[in-house]
Protein backbone atom coordinates (compact mmCIF):
# COMPACT_ATOMS: atom_id res chain seq x y z
CA UNK A 1 0.00 0.00 0.00
CA UNK A 2 1.63 3.26 -0.88
CA UNK A 3 -0.01 6.16 1.41
CA UNK A 4 0.75 9.74 1.46
CA UNK A 5 1.24 11.39 4.99
CA UNK A 6 0.30 14.93 5.11
CA UNK A 7 0.46 17.12 8.46
CA UNK A 8 -1.94 20.39 8.65
CA UNK A 9 -4.71 18.48 6.68
CA UNK A 10 -7.35 19.67 8.49
CA UNK A 11 -7.39 23.44 6.57
CA UNK A 12 -5.24 25.56 4.30
CA UNK A 13 -2.60 24.28 2.24
CA UNK A 14 -2.48 20.74 3.97
CA UNK A 15 -6.05 20.20 3.34
CA UNK A 16 -5.34 20.91 -0.68
CA UNK A 17 -2.66 18.73 -0.82
CA UNK A 18 -4.99 16.03 -0.09
CA UNK A 19 -7.10 17.16 -2.54
CA UNK A 20 -4.40 17.11 -4.94
CA UNK A 21 -3.29 13.32 -3.67
CA UNK A 22 -7.04 12.20 -4.21
CA UNK A 23 -7.81 14.22 -7.88
CA UNK A 24 -4.57 12.79 -8.74
CA UNK A 25 -5.34 8.93 -7.38
CA UNK A 26 -1.18 9.43 -6.14
CA UNK A 27 -2.37 7.03 -3.10
CA UNK A 28 -4.16 4.37 -1.91
CA UNK A 29 -4.78 6.04 1.10
CA UNK A 30 -4.23 9.54 3.02
CA UNK A 31 -2.65 9.84 6.49
CA UNK A 32 -4.25 13.40 7.85
CA UNK A 33 -2.28 14.87 10.66
CA UNK A 34 -4.05 17.32 12.65
CA UNK A 35 -5.40 18.12 16.04
CA UNK A 36 -8.80 18.94 14.94
CA UNK A 37 -11.03 15.81 14.63
CA UNK A 38 -14.21 17.04 13.09
CA UNK A 39 -11.97 18.76 10.19
CA UNK A 40 -10.09 15.79 9.42
CA UNK A 41 -13.89 13.71 9.13
CA UNK A 42 -15.07 16.27 7.27
CA UNK A 43 -11.83 15.87 4.53
CA UNK A 44 -12.43 12.15 4.55
CA UNK A 45 -16.20 12.82 3.21
CA UNK A 46 -15.21 15.18 0.67
CA UNK A 47 -12.26 12.52 -1.35
CA UNK A 48 -12.81 9.27 -2.67
CA UNK A 49 -9.22 8.34 -1.63
CA UNK A 50 -9.71 6.59 2.26
CA UNK A 51 -8.59 8.74 4.68
CA UNK A 52 -7.29 7.77 8.41
CA UNK A 53 -6.99 10.88 10.60
CA UNK A 54 -4.14 10.72 12.91
CA UNK A 55 -5.12 13.58 15.67
CA UNK A 56 -2.03 14.39 17.05
CA UNK A 57 -0.03 17.32 18.50
CA UNK A 58 3.06 17.69 17.03
CA UNK A 59 4.45 19.79 19.34
CA UNK A 60 4.05 16.71 22.01
CA UNK A 61 6.91 14.22 21.52
CA UNK A 62 4.24 11.57 22.43
CA UNK A 63 2.53 12.38 18.94
CA UNK A 64 5.66 11.57 17.37
CA UNK A 65 5.96 8.38 19.17
CA UNK A 66 2.48 7.28 18.28
CA UNK A 67 3.09 7.82 14.73
CA UNK A 68 6.17 5.86 14.68
CA UNK A 69 4.37 2.88 16.19
CA UNK A 70 1.34 3.03 13.73
CA UNK A 71 3.72 3.23 11.22
CA UNK A 72 5.57 0.12 12.10
CA UNK A 73 2.24 -1.83 12.47
CA UNK A 74 1.45 -0.56 9.22
CA UNK A 75 4.48 -2.38 7.62
CA UNK A 76 4.05 -5.54 9.76
CA UNK A 77 0.59 -6.00 8.14
CA UNK A 78 1.95 -5.40 4.37
CA UNK A 79 5.35 -5.36 3.67
CA UNK A 80 4.81 -3.40 1.01
CA UNK A 81 3.53 -0.65 2.86
CA UNK A 82 5.52 2.88 1.10
CA UNK A 83 5.04 6.13 1.85
CA UNK A 84 5.25 7.80 -1.62
CA UNK A 85 4.30 11.14 -0.48
CA UNK A 86 5.25 13.19 2.54
CA UNK A 87 4.06 16.79 2.81
CA UNK A 88 4.68 18.67 6.26
CA UNK A 89 2.14 21.42 5.94
CA UNK A 90 1.59 22.13 9.44
CA UNK A 91 3.13 25.36 11.13
CA UNK A 92 2.07 28.85 12.19
CA UNK A 93 3.19 31.99 12.44
CA UNK A 94 2.61 35.32 14.83
CA UNK A 95 2.67 38.28 13.97
CA UNK A 96 4.54 40.78 16.26
CA UNK A 97 8.08 42.10 18.29
CA UNK A 98 9.95 39.89 20.55
CA UNK A 99 8.20 42.38 23.21
CA UNK A 100 4.77 41.08 21.93
CA UNK A 101 4.95 37.57 22.07
CA UNK A 102 4.85 34.89 24.92
CA UNK A 103 7.79 32.61 25.46
CA UNK A 104 4.66 29.82 25.33
CA UNK A 105 3.98 31.36 21.93
CA UNK A 106 7.23 31.53 20.68
CA UNK A 107 8.58 28.28 21.96
CA UNK A 108 5.33 26.62 20.10
CA UNK A 109 6.22 28.05 16.36
CA UNK A 110 9.75 26.56 16.67
CA UNK A 111 8.61 23.18 18.08
CA UNK A 112 6.16 23.09 15.61
CA UNK A 113 7.92 24.45 12.05
CA UNK A 114 11.05 22.86 12.66
CA UNK A 115 11.71 20.10 15.39
CA UNK A 116 8.04 18.52 14.71
CA UNK A 117 9.12 18.57 10.86
CA UNK A 118 12.28 17.33 11.19
CA UNK A 119 10.90 14.52 13.47
CA UNK A 120 8.22 13.45 10.85
CA UNK A 121 10.63 13.46 7.74
CA UNK A 122 12.87 10.96 10.29
CA UNK A 123 10.08 8.78 10.79
CA UNK A 124 8.97 8.54 7.19
CA UNK A 125 11.80 8.60 5.33
CA UNK A 126 12.72 4.63 5.91
CA UNK A 127 9.57 4.28 4.09
CA UNK A 128 10.07 5.99 1.17
CA UNK A 129 11.36 4.41 -1.93
CA UNK A 130 12.45 5.34 -5.57
CA UNK A 131 10.01 7.85 -7.06
CA UNK A 132 8.68 9.31 -3.48
CA UNK A 133 8.26 12.92 -3.04
CA UNK A 134 8.76 15.05 -0.13
CA UNK A 135 7.30 18.26 0.15
CA UNK A 136 8.69 20.92 3.48
CA UNK A 137 6.55 23.87 3.35
CA UNK A 138 8.90 27.04 4.15
CA UNK A 139 8.30 30.66 3.16
CA UNK A 140 9.05 33.70 0.98
CA UNK A 141 9.38 35.15 4.36
CA UNK A 142 12.87 32.61 4.80
CA UNK A 143 14.89 34.60 2.35
CA UNK A 144 15.80 37.91 4.32
CA UNK A 145 15.42 38.59 8.22
CA UNK A 146 11.54 40.65 9.09
CA UNK A 147 11.47 42.42 12.09
CA UNK A 148 7.83 42.49 13.50
CA UNK A 149 7.48 38.34 11.74
CA UNK A 150 11.26 37.36 13.56
CA UNK A 151 10.68 34.16 14.79
CA UNK A 152 8.68 32.88 12.14
CA UNK A 153 10.73 33.98 9.32
CA UNK A 154 13.71 32.37 11.21
CA UNK A 155 12.43 28.96 11.66
CA UNK A 156 11.44 29.34 7.87
CA UNK A 157 15.16 29.89 7.41
CA UNK A 158 15.79 26.35 9.20
CA UNK A 159 13.03 24.68 6.95
CA UNK A 160 14.50 25.66 3.99
CA UNK A 161 18.29 25.15 4.73
CA UNK A 162 17.43 21.63 6.52
CA UNK A 163 15.58 20.72 3.01
CA UNK A 164 17.88 21.97 0.74
CA UNK A 165 20.53 19.80 2.69
CA UNK A 166 18.53 16.64 3.04
CA UNK A 167 17.43 17.14 -0.79
CA UNK A 168 21.60 16.35 -1.26
CA UNK A 169 21.87 13.69 1.51
CA UNK A 170 19.16 11.70 -0.92
CA UNK A 171 20.63 12.27 -4.14
CA UNK A 172 20.38 8.54 -6.45
CA UNK A 173 17.98 7.66 -4.37
CA UNK A 174 15.44 8.85 -6.65
CA UNK A 175 13.33 10.41 -3.95
CA UNK A 176 12.16 14.19 -4.96
CA UNK A 177 12.55 16.51 -2.56
CA UNK A 178 11.15 20.22 -2.47
CA UNK A 179 10.87 23.59 -0.16
CA UNK A 180 7.69 25.39 -1.20
CA UNK A 181 8.23 29.10 -0.12
CA UNK A 182 5.32 31.17 -1.38
CA UNK A 183 4.37 34.46 -0.31
CA UNK A 184 1.04 35.29 1.79
CA UNK A 185 -1.39 32.49 1.04
CA UNK A 186 -5.03 32.15 1.65
CA UNK A 187 -5.61 30.81 4.61
CA UNK A 188 -6.50 30.62 8.45
CA UNK A 189 -2.69 31.36 8.92
CA UNK A 190 -3.24 35.16 9.08
CA UNK A 191 -6.09 35.11 11.60
CA UNK A 192 -4.12 33.16 13.66
CA UNK A 193 -1.46 35.28 13.17
CA UNK A 194 -2.99 38.50 14.58
CA UNK A 195 -4.01 36.51 17.98
CA UNK A 196 -1.14 38.09 19.75
CA UNK A 197 -0.46 41.38 22.29
CA UNK A 198 0.14 43.26 18.87
CA UNK A 199 -1.49 41.67 15.83
CA UNK A 200 -1.12 44.79 13.47
CA UNK A 201 2.49 44.14 12.98
CA UNK A 202 2.02 43.75 9.66
CA UNK A 203 -0.84 45.67 8.60
CA UNK A 204 -2.24 44.15 4.89
CA UNK A 205 -0.32 41.14 3.60
CA UNK A 206 -0.54 40.99 -0.04
CA UNK A 207 -0.01 40.17 -2.69
CA UNK A 208 -2.08 36.73 -1.51
CA UNK A 209 -2.26 33.27 -3.30
CA UNK A 210 -4.63 30.82 -3.65
CA UNK A 211 -4.25 27.33 -1.88
CA UNK A 212 -4.92 26.00 -5.12
CA UNK A 213 -2.35 27.89 -7.21
CA UNK A 214 0.21 26.82 -4.35
CA UNK A 215 0.12 23.61 -4.12
CA UNK A 216 -0.48 22.60 -8.52
CA UNK A 217 2.81 24.95 -8.83
CA UNK A 218 4.96 22.82 -6.40
CA UNK A 219 3.97 19.77 -7.33
CA UNK A 220 5.07 20.23 -10.46
CA UNK A 221 8.52 21.91 -9.48
CA UNK A 222 8.69 18.81 -7.29
CA UNK A 223 8.36 16.46 -9.97
CA UNK A 224 10.98 17.92 -11.99
CA UNK A 225 13.06 17.68 -8.83
CA UNK A 226 14.16 20.98 -8.18
CA UNK A 227 14.94 22.15 -4.85
CA UNK A 228 12.67 25.12 -4.09
CA UNK A 229 9.01 26.50 -4.97
CA UNK A 230 8.41 30.20 -4.82
CA UNK A 231 5.22 29.54 -6.30
CA UNK A 232 5.29 33.99 -8.01
CA UNK A 233 7.44 35.84 -9.55
CA UNK A 234 7.42 38.43 -6.62
CA UNK A 235 8.37 34.82 -4.51
CA UNK A 236 11.14 34.57 -7.14
CA UNK A 237 12.71 38.47 -7.08
CA UNK A 238 12.51 38.23 -3.25
CA UNK A 239 14.96 34.81 -3.90
CA UNK A 240 17.23 36.40 -6.17
CA UNK A 241 17.06 39.87 -3.83
CA UNK A 242 18.38 37.56 -0.74
CA UNK A 243 21.80 36.42 -2.72
CA UNK A 244 22.07 40.28 -3.99
CA UNK A 245 21.25 43.22 -1.67
CA UNK A 246 22.51 43.24 2.19
CA UNK A 247 20.19 42.30 4.80
CA UNK A 248 19.65 45.66 6.23
CA UNK A 249 18.44 47.31 2.79
CA UNK A 250 15.96 44.72 2.43
CA UNK A 251 14.91 45.28 6.37
CA UNK A 252 14.38 48.42 5.38
CA UNK A 253 12.47 48.11 2.51
CA UNK A 254 10.10 45.59 4.94
CA UNK A 255 9.71 47.81 7.33
CA UNK A 256 7.81 50.13 5.15
CA UNK A 257 5.55 47.12 3.52
CA UNK A 258 4.76 45.82 6.66
CA UNK A 259 3.21 49.13 7.20
CA UNK A 260 1.08 50.20 4.31
Same mark, same amino acid.
Given at each position: ????????????????????????? #????????????????????????????? !???? /?? /????????????????????????????????? %??? !??????? $????????????????? /??????????????????????? $????????? #??? %??????? !????????????????????????????????????????????? $???? !??????????????????????????????????? #??????????????
Amino acid at each position: MRIALITGASSGLGREYARWVDAHK #AADEIWAVARRLPRLEELAHELSTPVRPL !TLDL /TS /TEAMDTLERDLKEAQEKDPAFEIALLVNAAGFG %KFG !TYADMTR $QEVDSMIDLNCRALVDI /TQLALPYMRKGSHIIQIASSASF $QPLPGLNVY #AAS %KVFVRSY !TRALRYELMGKGIYVTAVCPLWVKTEFIKVARETKNGKTVNHPFP $QLSA !THVVRWSMFVNRINYPIATCCISGFIMRIADKILP #APIVMWAWEGLRRI
